[in-house]
């Protein structure tokens, strides 16, 4: 019992912790397994040599994986780097990861406009963020800023075995324009991938693409085979239904992908960081509400 519950303050407490240099404390709540690829001797080096010049960690957000993981990301004060830990059911650290942020050499471009998500009901924000750990897309120039969308009940975006797409909550939901625009591009009947298969050929997959004003371009793609409600040229207002969230294109398991860019053609692009009308910037593991005003 007692150990349980030292466990259970290093897990609440573990940024305070490391900033405070107690890596012993931190490493016996390892699991074996981490033990086996990771030594103590290294382990206090490697954080001793990290935490230099850090004064405290700010936990940024945290999600489960799993069922049985859930993530913990901490940042420090200067928004340089992270600590992403991964502790399962029983409080144990199954994985540590100390990682710089990669800054980028380019200005940070915002969207003129302000934009809503392209949800009607709520949803969950499995990657998005400013930098890599918290959002994946990160590193490439044309989805920097993107958000990826799913639908969670509890702790997990599916029923039953989650081998089939209608099991994902995510699936069939509407999608719908986050702005004011005219549709430039419309594409549907391209098949739902099986799970845990992708389209790499063809990675937008039902699509459509939105000009707004001001010559911002909306994305919202892996859309259902068959649920595309637009066409090139029709003119929209924000809330007018696109489709319905589907598992096309390069897409593992249904989700809605958002992002906005300055220009048409998503390859030869840059992504955009997104105003949002709620004065808001959800990150991964926030949930998301629709908001129109």
């Known amino acids: 019992m007692m150990d349980t519950e030292r466990k259970v303050n290093i897990r609440e407490e573990f940024g305070t912790l490391f900033a405070e240099g107690d890596f012993k404390k931190l490493y016996d709540c390892v699991s074996e397994e981490f033990k086996r690829q990771v030594s103590l ?18 936990l940024e957000t945290n999600l489960y994986l799993t069922p049985q993981i859930e993530q913990f990301i901490w940042i420090n004060s200067t928004q ?18 100390l990682a710089p942020i990669e800054s980028s050499s380019e200005r940070e471009r915002w969207s003129t406009n302000k934009y809503t998500m392209p949800i009607q009901s709520e949803w969950f924000v499995y990657w998005g963020g400013k930098h890599e750990v918290l959002n994946y897309h990160h590193p490439v120039e044309n989805q920097r800023y993107a958000y990826d969308l799913v639908v ?66 909306s994305v919202l793609s892996h859309l259902k085979k068959g649920s595309v409600s637009v066409k090139k040229g029709d003119v929209v207002r924000k809330g007018t239904l696109l489709g319905r969230c589907g598992n096309s294109g390069n897409s593992s398991e249904p989700h809605i992908h958002f992002q906005v860019m300055d220009a048409a053609d998503i390859e030869t692009s840059k992504s955009l960081r997104i105003q949002f009308h709620a004065a808001i910037e959800p990150i991964r593991g926030d949930t998301v509400i629709p908001v129109f005003y």
Do not use: C, W
């Not at 509890?154 to 995510?170: H, I, L």
């Not at 419309?186 to 010559?215: C, F, M």
């Open 152 to 217: 969670r009940k509890g702790k997990q975006s599916y029923k039953n075995d989650g081998m089939k797409n209608e099991d994902y909550y995510a699936y069939g939901k509407k999608v719908v324009a986050p702005l004011e625009g005219v549709v430039i591009a419309a594409a549907d009947g391209q098949e739902d991938n099986e799970i845990g298969h992708t389209n790499k050929k063809n990675p937008l997959g039902n699509h459509v693409i939105i000009e707004h004003e001001g010559k911002e371009y």
């Open 80 to 97: 340089t780097k992270t600590i992403s830990v991964m502790f399962d059911e029983h409080n144990i650290i199954q994985a540590l990861v």
């Open 41 to 58: 001797q290294q382990f206090l080096e490697q954080s001793k040599l990290f935490n230099q010049g850090e004064q405290f960690y700010r």
